[in-house]
């Protein structure tokens, strides 16, 4: 546990303690991941321009410059609120506010509430960067697309889908199980590639057969973001782990997999 983990701060016991508030907390984690899950269901939508009402490539006509002025701080917005409190030092601070069962739930809950935000007010850039003609390859591109979607979901399962959204936390918290200090582990595919969650997004913001400016902006900006994440999680792995993880970066890439750890 890094130096700082001990400095966590969290809400005094007799309060973090009590049946009714555990059971509060318990109800928060769950509303936390479902908003978490329609978010993450309505992306799928936005990006691929499916089923719901506001889609990447729907919305207010706004002058060119003033939608990439728009989208640029929507996504700034987020990639600032999913970086900063994803940190050991934010996270030391804000439990002395927020207690401590409930912090992923919260930080689950902000970076759903400013994802729904950017689809809500997320300008078109309707210009036509590429169009595939081609049906088969069309077709070919929507369903790598829905690929990536998969793998991102799949890739969650394997680390540990129910601890990342927060469930895990409040779950242990209401039957009074102490949540385990995180592990390094590297299941399946983590032994093919190190970020298999990240690599599914950019597959699936990338493959496209129609690609439109508003589009091709959205997948250039979240996969630099994406490049800025990992090297931020993988500096606080380190941290966490030392040289297990620093020799797993030596064995495996970072997203092309293209060799198996020994
Ligand atoms: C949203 S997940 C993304 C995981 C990975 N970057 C990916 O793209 O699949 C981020 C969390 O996974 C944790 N994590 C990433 N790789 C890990 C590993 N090999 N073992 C344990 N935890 C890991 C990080 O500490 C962070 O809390």
Redesign the pocket.
Known sequence: MSQLDHQVHSIGPEVAGSRIFKFIAFLYGIAAYLVFFVTILYAIGFVMGLVVPKTIDTGTDTPTAEAVIINLLLMTLFAVQHSVMARQRFKAWWTQFVPKPVERSTYVLFASLSLLLLFWQWRPLPTVVWDVGNPDLAVTLVTLSFAGWVLVFT?TFI?NHFE?FGLHQVTNHLVGKETAP?????PLL?KFV??????GFIIAFWAAPVMTAGHLLFAAVTTLYIFVG?AL?ES??VD?FGDEYRQ?KQRVSMLIPWRRSV
Do not use: G, N
């Open positions: 890739s680390i990342l995180p592990r390094f582990k590297t983590y190190r970020h298999p969650i990240y690599l990992i999680e606080d792995l966490l797993y």
